[in-house]
């Protein structure tokens, strides 16, 4: 089964307003890390939080890791029409000398202007 | 700053052809990974390569097959195909398997089209 699952699966907004996305996952991870994808191209790399870290912000990106709960989040803030995309978050297992990324199902963000 | 490379970008197909991909990572990364992402699906991881060996291998078909080159390049070899291989490929690169900080930065993708 997927390492990740995310929700909500697709969420619209207006410019200006905040985007929550989040991520679960199953086992202990040593890394998350948030990719976004634009239709049908490539994966941008956005943020990496380290187990051992419980929150990470990078612009307008604010990412919080709960390993009790084995879950993350992603917030945009002041979104803009150019943050439409789907948003994956990535695990690589603990204990693994070789860190494949098991990626969750997605969230489809659509910024409206 | 340079970025992970692939080619083709676009690449069509006939069943039961061949078709070779390649990735170039970015400079001093010495971890390859080969990742399939299907229509409407999350990339499923494939293989990877730490200096030109194999280091983990994930859900790959035995018709497929890759290799890591003294250059740290890598290939990744499609026989057979079929309908269901058509899908956007990715190879990421990182530096250092086994660090626990472990960022993978995603080429641009090969979009295999299987008719």
């Known amino acids: 089964s997927q390492q990740g699952e995310e929700d909500p699966q697709a969420l619209s907004i207006q410019e200006g307003e905040n985007a929550t996305m989040n991520c679960s996952y199953k086992t202990s991870i040593n890394n998350l890390q948030w990719y976004r994808q634009n239709s049908g191209r490539g994966l941008v790399h956005l943020i990496l939080?380290?187990?051992?870290?419980r929150e990470k912000h990078s612009g307008r990106l604010r990412v919080t890791l709960d390993t009790s709960k084995k879950s993350s989040s992603l917030l945009i803030t002041a979104s803009r029409a150019a943050d439409t995309a789907s948003y994956f978050c990535a695990t690589d297992a603990m204990n693994t000398g070789f860190q494949k990324l098991v990626f969750g199902t997605g969230t489809r963000l659509l910024v409206s202007p | 700053a340079a970025g992970v490379i692939q080619s083709p970008r676009h690449l069509i197909k006939e069943k039961r052809e061949t078709a070779t991909l390649k990735c170039y990572p970015i400079p001093r990364h010495d971890t390859v990974y080969w990742y399939q992402q299907g229509p409407g699906q999350d990339p499923q991881f494939l293989i990877s390569?730490?200096?030109?060996?194999?280091?983990d291998k994930g859900s790959i078909p035995d018709r497929f097959s890759a290799q890591q080159f003294s250059d740290y390049h890598s290939e990744l070899n499609m026989s057979s195909l079929e309908l269901g291989d058509s899908a956007l490929y990715f190879c990421?690169?990182?530096f250092g398997v086994g660090r626990s900080y472990n960022e993978q930065f995603f080429g641009p993708g090969t979009r295999l089209t299987v008719l």
């Open positions: 990421a690169s990182s």
């Open positions: 390569f730490y200096e030109k060996m194999q280091s």
């Open positions: 939080i380290r187990s051992n870290e």
